[in-house]
């Protein structure tokens, strides 16, 4: 009885120290979330035929606060989009997010509708604009799935999802599973589902860039399942710098830059 007893209460030691979602997920974004920062970027799109076209961007990010984060993305190539501009200010409270283009053929910036066109993709690619936004962890439930090796690194699985019918078509998913390294926090992959729940799409993490104490995603590719449409982005000359001015996440350095 006493052996039975002594190994009871090792097993529920084991399950009441082990980490909660909660620490995976602030673990993991702490790693992976620097709070300036600027490069460029090649995205190659390959359509189910093979066919491919390449867009480069130049790309800005900024932590405003415990609240707001920003970002700008500038395209420069090809020809046909170059100084197509973007601008997003994303909010981890009750306050809209919100996005401007800037298109040089009209000459004008404009409001993006996200509640119309959040679910549209992002430059023909396989991001959408809500890809673009923070997530407000209020806003979402997570669930420790267990654990899964891939590639031979074992990862924590966490299912997340909005709390509501209605978050979960703002984010446009009905969930997502992602699968981060136990070893160091670093997200390898995420599976997303539809508001059906079929499977959507997969985001693979193929490198990580070392940024000083941080690790962010220099090589990916979103893979979608439903039209065989694949988006690959390589990062380039990333720096997490001291400071970014503010004045580059305004509209009017949008359109006068």
């Known amino acids: 009885m006493k052996l039975a007893a002594f190994l009871l209460l090792f097993c529920l030691g084991g399950t009441l120290f082990s980490i909660d979602v909660d620490t995976i997920m602030d673990r993991s974004d702490r790693i992976s979330h620097p709070v300036n920062l600027r490069g460029a970027f090649t995205m190659t799109l ?3 035929n093979g066919d491919t076209r390449t867009v480069k961007v130049e790309a800005f990010q900024k ?3 415990e ?3 920003n970002r700008l993305f500038l395209f420069t190539f090809p020809p046909s ?3 197509t501009g973007l601008l997003v200010h994303s909010y981890l409270n009750e306050e809209e997010d919100l ?3 800037y298109l040089p053929a009209v000459g004008k910036v ?3 509708n996200l509640s119309s066109s959040g679910g549209g993709y992002f430059m023909g690619s396989d991001f959408t604009y809500a890809d673009l936004i923070t997530t407000s962890r209020d806003e979402m439930n997570y669930r420790l799935l267990g654990e899964e090796s891939l590639d031979g690194d074992l990862c924590y699985k966490v299912e997340i999802s909005g709390k509501t019918r209605d978050l979960q078509r703002k984010y446009g998913y009905a969930k997502e599973v992602h699968f981060i390294r136990k070893s160091d926090f670093v997200a390898k ?3 997303f589902y539809d508001m059906a729940g079929d499977l959507l799409k997969i985001f693979y993490i193929d490198k990580t860039a070392e940024l000083g104490e941080y690790r962010y995603p220099s090589h990916v590719r979103m893979e979608n399942e439903q039209t065989g449409h694949t988006s690959e982005i390589i990062f380039s000359d990333l720096q ?4 970014i001015s503010d004045r580059y996440f305004t509209q009017r350095y949008l359109q006068n830059r």
């Open 63 to 65: 932590k405003t606060s």
């Open 81 to 83: 989009v170059k100084g």
């Open 189 to 191: 992959r995420v599976i």
């Open 67 to 69: 609240v707001r984060e």
């Open 240 to 243: 997490a710098t001291a400071d």
């Open 99 to 101: 996005m401007w283009i």
């Open 46 to 48: 390959t359509s189910r």
């Open 110 to 112: 404009k409001r993006v």
